[in-house]
């Protein structure tokens, strides 16, 4: 079944599209993309990470409609769930005009997902338009850049009630203010010329840098006017249910093998595509027949040329 996968998940994520252009709203449907990785338990006592993939609709109000899932055991290079996400992706635009849609990627700044988004997504050419590049709007989670936003109030502050109280006022100032990445910049480097730093110099630049670097893809108080999304948890919700809920229970461990033959069915029954799946599987074997008058039945074999 795993080799009608992709098919099955493309119309569904096709028609999830039709339904998203007929709802209600202001702003184009958004097709959002995300990887991420988790550790999975192998044999002999080791663990290693695997890699997990969301595509998801939203519709008019950023409401989601529906979401498919890629689920790959650790493999070096993540290069197995690279070359499915990409092609699912390239199918779904080759059916609909990508100018029809918002395409957001949003995850952490992991090494794969961030090298995916440079090598792959930075690149890709618009199926129906191969003189285009596709215009993919690059956010990175929210949740994960405050947790830099509470290491530069450590390392201004000292672990206590004042840098719990600077960090909440700066998370606000990073979700509600055009510029509130930069904003949250100035006032870490001003409260350190002012008073120094209470920890670690090198967790300040650590954080400093992280946001600073990544400050354009941090817009977040646009990304709510737009009803696009701000976080990540789709697809840190695929680590839960698509690995963790099945491979990771008290005491199980797995080979690469095994562990991927339940990863494969699991993201068609969370895809909503295991009937699609199994209805293209049956299809694709050769129909039996009835040889003469005898009444047994044989498989159909093809004739010699």
Not at 10 to 32: C, M, N, Y
Not at 63 to 86: A, C, F, I, N, W
Request: a positive charge.
């Amino acid at each position: 079944m795993g080799a009608h996968r992709e098919e099955a998940q493309v119309d569904r994520v096709v028609r999830w599209i039709e339904q998203a252009r007929a709802s209600k709203g202001h702003f184009r449907p958004t097709l959002s993309v995300g990887r991420d990785g988790i550790f999975v338990p192998l044999r002999g006592g080791v663990a290693q990470e695997g890699a997990t993939a969301t595509v998801s609709v939203l519709d008019r109000r950023g409401k989601r409609v529906g979401t498919v899932y890629l689920g790959q055991m650790p493999e070096s290079g993540q290069g197995t769930l690279t070359d499915q996400l990409t092609g699912l992706l390239q199918a779904i635009l080759k059916q609909v005009d990508s100018q029809l849609l918002r395409l957001a990627y949003v995850s952490d700044e992991g090494h794969h997902p961030c090298m995916y988004y440079r090598q792959v997504l930075h690149h890709m050419v618009d199926p129906r338009r191969p003189w285009r590049r596709l215009e993919w709007i690059r956010i990175v989670d929210f949740y994960h850049v405050c947790g830099y936003v509470q290491q530069l109030a450590d390392a201004i502050f000292g672990v206590g009630d004042e840098a719990q109280r600077w960090a909440k006022e700066m998370r606000h100032v990073l979700k509600t203010k055009a510029d509130g990445a930069a904003r949250v910049l100035q006032s870490a480097s001003a409260l350190r010329r002012h008073r120094g730093l209470c920890g670690q110099a090198k967790l300040y630049h650590q954080a400093y840098c992280y946001i600073k670097k990544r400050t354009q893809w941090m817009r977040y108080h646009s990304y709510q006017r737009q009803k696009l999304p701000r976080g990540s948890g789709i697809t840190e919700a695929a680590c839960k249910v698509v690995f963790t809920q099945r491979l990771k229970r008290s005491g199980m461990s797995w080979t690469i093998s095994g562990g991927q033959v339940i990863l494969d069915l699991r993201v068609l029954r969370l895809s909503h595509v295991w009937d699609e799946a199994h209805q293209r599987y049956l299809a694709s074997k050769p129909l039996p027949v009835a040889c003469g008058n005898t009444g047994n039945v044989t498989q159909h074999q093809p004739l010699a040329a």
